[in-house]
């Protein structure tokens, strides 16, 4: 069965909003209890960029690379398989999935998907947006037979209404606790991202409503900024949950109507500290497996957009490697 990768980040929150059944409605439901689960794959001697396993390990989101994903043209769409090849070129050793650009799950994917990372050592995650137990047990099976640590899953974004958060702190802990029974199993956590939707503090309140030592928060350096919050209190604030990490920096302003208008940033040059972030969570999780994700706004030109994130994925990946060196 082939995943949604025609939906858009959008329809998948609002699927996500309006849980079970309109994720169902969506496509988006778990997958029957036939489908092969998978194990994880013992490490092979591979041509991974590698290091003791009690240490992070830099990977990428591919979220970094959502306009040559979903470009028009077809001269400027690149897939999966490309960006795989690609990693090496960048440094990383892994990958971590967007729900919006999932290969699929049947086998025949998932088998091209393990020749493409496995002779190379890289791990994968595949991340959801929502709550529903039998999708997050799914993406469960499947970042353990990819040797990944968690699948990163999110409630809502930065246009989440007060109402809309009550709603996610009174109705995802107990899916998530549920979840959690299979992550138990296949020794893989549950990250929910701060997604411009959650304060610290909101997210905190969630997870420890969730209560279980698998469910943590998948924490995203620059999403603090979309509620004003300062990143380094946000750092403090969820470091002893983390069980994922999405490195970004950018600079935000906010309009006359109070709507954030965010910049990209080559990280270590915007608004986030994302070097002293970086040693506050690693001084709790000093195995976390991390995540670029620098997203970039279009210009007019496709062509020049998908030039300029490419040059703007290598910069971050290269002062990411250098961030983590020196920690």
Known sequence: MMGPSHLSRRDLLKAAAHGGASLAAAGLAGCPRHEPAGKPFPPPNGQAVRGPE???????????????LTAKDSGNRRDLWWVIDRLGELGLSGLQIDPSHFPGDDEATLQRLESAVRPRGYYVEFGMGG????????????????GGRAVRTFCGDERATP????????????????????ADEYGVSIAVENHGDFTASELKSLLDRVGHPRVGACLDTGNSLFRKEDPLECARALAPYARSMHLKDWTMTFGPDGAPMWKEAVLGTGQVPVREILRIVLAHKRDLFIAVETPIQPGEDETETVRREWEHVAANAAAARRMLAEL
């Open 54 to 68: 009690n240490v992070a390990r830099l990977g990428l989101d591919t979220y970094t690379l959502h306009r040559s």
């Open 131 to 146: 709550w529903d137990p039998e999708r997050l047990k799914r993406r469960i099976q499947l970042t353990a037979r990819f």
């Open 163 to 182: 109402q809309q958060i009550a709603g996610y702190l009174q109705w995802a802990p107990p899916a998530l606790r549920q979840a959690a029974e299979a």
